[in-house]
């Protein structure tokens, strides 16, 4: 049985999922779960992941694997994308927290946010959100400043779980010009054999009231 993707074309969290598979040259079947559409809020998909969240990976045997940061680890295991040195594969599961912790929350949650109507620049969790986010910019700023990724020097799951938000930053309203040493990362990035860039926009039924999700 191929392996089976239940996937949003809209969410990051499923992108850094998509982009790994692409580089592995892995096969897969994508099963598109619109998740304005109410399709996570049915019994059937809490039986996949009872978080009622994408990206879910559905492995031989009938198992089902949720997150996306370990959806990352299980598939880059024992391949380049994941250190076997045991720091380095400490520090690979570091920078998946902290994308999960920070990253996601502060850059992707505002863009969504942005795009889909819930907040205006001006509303107080936005600006809570920005201040945010732009302290986790300089955070990865500076790490990337003295080197070329994430972790010991070459591209690993670290680097895509936080290339997922971070390269669409600016439609959160996000100006990374002051960050070199990250846009410098984002091109490095683009260049890895198998890179792709399938993120859509979010559908019609994403601003608020106009579809069911766990947001409304
Ligand atoms: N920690 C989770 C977060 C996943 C998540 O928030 N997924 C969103 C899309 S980005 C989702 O599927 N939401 C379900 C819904 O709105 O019904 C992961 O990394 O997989």
Redesign the pocket.
Known sequence: MPLRLYD?AG????YKVRLLLAHLNRPYQRIAID??GGE??TDEYARINPL????VLELAGGRYL????AILVYLATDTPYLPDDPFELAGVIGWLIYE?TDV?PLI?GLRFRMLTGRLSPSDPDAIRRRDGAHDVLSHLEGHLSTRDFFVGDRYTIADIAIYGYTHVAHEAGLDLAPFESLRAWLRRVELQPGYIEDLEPYGDNATPGAGR???D
């Open positions: 949003y969410s990051g969290n499923c998740i304005f996570t809020l009622r969240s994408t990206p949720g997150e996306s940061g999960q996601m992707g999700s766990i947001y």
